[in-house]
C-alpha cells in the first residue's frame, strides 16, 4: 500500500487543473455562435454529444438532402462524451452479465448487434479519417479482493457459454499484464473494446456530418418543443427551428424533454489524469499490451493509458445530488478527488512521485437498469434515448440508430427488442430519490467491505431488477 498521507494527496490533487484533459488541448475546435432567428429543417436533433452526432451522421449520409440541425447547449461533447474514459465496448447493456439479467431471451441477439456496432464503428471512424487515437487492445478485469477471484472465474464460465473469447489470469500471469501488488486474478477479453480518444471521436464526428451539410447550432440551449399543426417548433432563448422530426439526445439532461427525468438519473463520476509517465515509469508497471483495466468491485476502478503514456484513472465514488443537481459546482469535489487518489497509488505505490495534470468530473445518465432507455411523443414525431449509465461510447452509435429508426417510424430488428420497447422502473419522485439513492450507495459500498454479500435490501432491489451503477 502507498506511503501518502491525506495530507499528501489532497495537495497533489490540487495541484492538478480542475479541467477536462480531452478538451483541454490546443487543437480543441472554436465553439459556434448560438441560433436567431426562425430556420426551418427536416429533423432537429437536441445534444450534441455521441449520440447526436452519429445520429446526425447516419441521418445525413442515408437519406442525402435531408435537412439535419443538431442544436447544443454549449460546445459539441459538452457532456460526458468528452470527459469519458474512452472504453468503447461492444456491450449494449453495461455488460454481458446485467444483460443476461434484464434480458436473458435477447441476449445472444443483443451481443451480435454490439458486435457489429463496434466493428461498424471502427469502420465508420476509419472510412471518414478521423483520428480517434484507436487502440484495439481489449481490456482486463482484475480481481483485487479474495472474493474476487471466484467471481471472475464464475464470469469467465459465462463468457464461454456464450461463445465470447476470453483468457482466465491467475495473480503472476495478471501482474505480468500490468504490475500491481493488489492484483490476485484477472480476465482478459482481447476483441470486446477499443480504446480510444473521446474528444478526438466526437469533434472528428463534427466534421464530418458538417461536410455532408449539417447545420450545428452550438451555445443554444433548447428551451421546449411544441406541436404547431403537422410540425414541431423547437425553441432556443434567440431563435427557433420547425421541423418534422425531432431527436432528443441530453442523455443525463432532461430538458426539454422531463419525462426522461422519470427514468434517467444524473450520476457525477470523477477522473484523474496523471502526468506523463517516464520510460522508467512505465517499465516499472508493465503494461505493454495497453488494454483498459477495471477492477471487480461494485464500486469499481476504471483505468487506461493515454496516447503520450498518461494514466487517466477514475470511477468508485459516483455521486447523486438532490433534486437531479447538475452543473459545474458538481464537477470538482475535492474529496472524491482525494480519495480515488489514494486508491491510485495503492495500486501502483512503485509511481509515488507521479503527478496529476487534470481533475474533473462528468453526469453519467443512469437507468435502473443500466442500459438506455427510449420513449417517443407526439405520434413518434419525437423521439428520445438515454441512460447508457458507464458504457455509452459504442452503444451510443447503437442508441442514435435506434432513435432514428423510431422518429422515421420504422420497425426493425432494433426497435423490437424488449429492451426498446419496455422502459426500465422509473425512479421514485424526490425527496424519496436522494434517500433511496444514497441508502443504496451506503448499501453496495457495504457489500464491497462484506466480501461482495449484497445484504437485504439489494437483493430486495434485485428482485424487483433494479439498482444503482456508475
Ligand atoms: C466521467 C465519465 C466516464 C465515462 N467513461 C466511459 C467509458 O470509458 N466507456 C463508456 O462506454 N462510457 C463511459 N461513460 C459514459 C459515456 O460517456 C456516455 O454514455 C456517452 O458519452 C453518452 O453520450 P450522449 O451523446 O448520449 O450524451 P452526452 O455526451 O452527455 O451529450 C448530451 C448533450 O446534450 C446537451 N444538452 C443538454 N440539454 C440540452 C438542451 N436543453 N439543449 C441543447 N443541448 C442540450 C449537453 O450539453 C450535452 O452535450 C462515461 C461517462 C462519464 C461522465
Known sequence: MSGLDSRQLDALVRDAKPAVYWSDRSFAPDVGDPIIGTHEGDLVIIGGGFTGMWAALHAAEEQPGRSVHVVEAERIGHGASS?????????LTHGLLNGL?????DIDALNRMGNDNLTALLADVERLGID???????????AT???????IAEYADTLRAHGEEFELLDAAATRAEVDSPTYLAGVVEPHSCAMIDPAKLVWGLRDAVERLGVIIH?????????ELGAALTVRMSAGSIRANRVLVATNAWAEPEKQIRNYVIPIYDHVLMTEPLTTEQMASIGWGARRGLSDWANQFHYYRLTEDNRILWGGYDANYYKGNGMGPEYEQRVD??????????????????????HRWAGPIGTTSKFTAAFGTKYDGRLAWVAGYTGLGVGASRWGARVGLDLVDGKSTERTELAMVRRKPMPFPPEPLRNAVIQFTR??????DANEGEPGPWLNLLDKFGIGFDS
Request: hydrophobic share 35%.
Open 442 to 447: 451506503g448499501q453496495i459500498a457495504k457489500a
Open 132 to 142: 480517434a487515437a484507436v487502440e484495439t487492445t481489449g481490456t482486463m478485469n482484475v
Open 145 to 151: 479482493e479474495p472474493w474476487q477471484v471466484d467471481d
Open 83 to 91: 470527459r469519458n474514459g474512452g472504453f468503447c465496448e461492444a456491450s
Open 218 to 226: 452550438e451555445n443554444s440551449r433548447v428551451i421546449s418543443v411544441d
Open 101 to 105: 439479467s434484464h434480458w436473458p431471451n
Open 336 to 357: 472524491s478527488h482525494v480519495t480515488i487518489a489514494g486508491h491510485f497509488f495503492d495500486t501502483f505505490p512503485q509511481l509515488e512521485g507521479l503527478g496529476f495534470s
